[in-house]
Nanobody, 129 residues
Framework: QLQLVESGGGLVQPGGSLRLSCAAS????????IGWIRQAPGKEREGVSC????????YYADSVKGRFTISRDNAKNTVYLQMNSLNTEDPAVYYC??????????????????????WGQGTQVTVSS
């Protein structure tokens, strides 16, 4: 019953955009920091973006900086990842994950310094012309 559900993935052309959603079920996201992590076959898992629960500060991996934007809407119990200028390096399964309580920085969370309390099942992003 306690889970994160990702949605919004799909097929997009190079240069296109998608908005991923991560909705919490069974708990509130207000007190959780949230990360978006992607996994592609043959590639290292990458924390692409994270947002702190305490001050809303954000972090972006260099690979997505300037193209992706993470945001949260606590009233909707949802975190979003706006993905613009998608390219052939971006196809992957995108997961959202949550950490309860204190984190030092959003960057620390994204680079794997914290254990995630909840994981979503992922949503597939495909980039093809």
């Amino acid at each position: 019953q306690l889970q994160l559900v990702e949605s919004g993935g799909g097929l997009v052309q190079p240069g296109g955009s998608l908005r991923l959603s991560c909705a919490a079920s069974g708990f509130t996201l207000d007190y959780y920091s949230i990360g978006w992590i992607r996994q592609a076959p043959g590639k290292e898992r990458e924390g692409v973006s994270c947002i702190s629960s305490s001050d809303g500060s954000t972090y972006y991996a260099d690979s997505v900086k300037g193209r992706f934007t993470i945001s949260r809407d606590n009233a909707k119990n949802t975190v979003y990842l706006q993905m613009n200028s998608l390219n052939t390096e971006d196809p992957a399964v995108y997961y959202c994950a949550a950490v309860m309580g204190f984190i030092t920085t959003a960057q620390a969370m994204c680079v794997g310094e914290y254990e995630y309390d909840y994981w979503g099942q992922g949503t597939q992003v495909t980039v093809s012309s």
